[in-house]
């Protein structure tokens, strides 16, 4: 499994796009990448998954900021 930077490397090579999660662009320097928003793409799942032995607290912050990011709250008060 390629990490962040590999990818947004190959990228910056010419050698391939990339589908990133858009809070990233606020914390990598653009160099010589284009970020452009994809806003009609279709929805999709999406798994988050962390070590065992990855401490609770984190986990718990982990969970709430995807639930936030992807109005997961939201769609269940509504049904």
């Given at each position: 499994?390629?990490?962040?930077?590999?990818?947004l490397?190959?990228v910056?090579r010419?050698?391939g796009?990339?589908?990133?999660p858009?809070?990233?662009e606020?914390?990598?320097?653009?160099?010589?990448?284009?970020?452009?928003?994809?806003?009609?793409a279709?929805?999709?799942?999406?798994?988050?998954?962390w070590?065992?032995?990855?401490?609770q607290?984190?986990?718990?912050?982990?969970v709430?900021?995807?639930?936030?990011?992807?109005?997961?709250?939201?769609?269940?008060?509504?049904?």
């Amino acid at each position: 499994m390629p990490l962040v930077e590999d990818c947004l490397l190959e990228v910056g090579r010419g050698r391939g796009v990339w589908l990133a999660p858009q809070p990233l662009e606020t914390v990598m320097p653009p160099g010589n990448l284009r970020w452009i928003p994809v806003t009609d793409a279709e929805r999709f799942d999406l798994a988050v998954v962390w070590s065992d032995r990855a401490p609770q607290p984190l986990i718990t912050r982990l969970v709430a900021e995807v639930r936030a990011l992807t109005g997961h709250d939201q769609r269940l008060h509504a049904a």
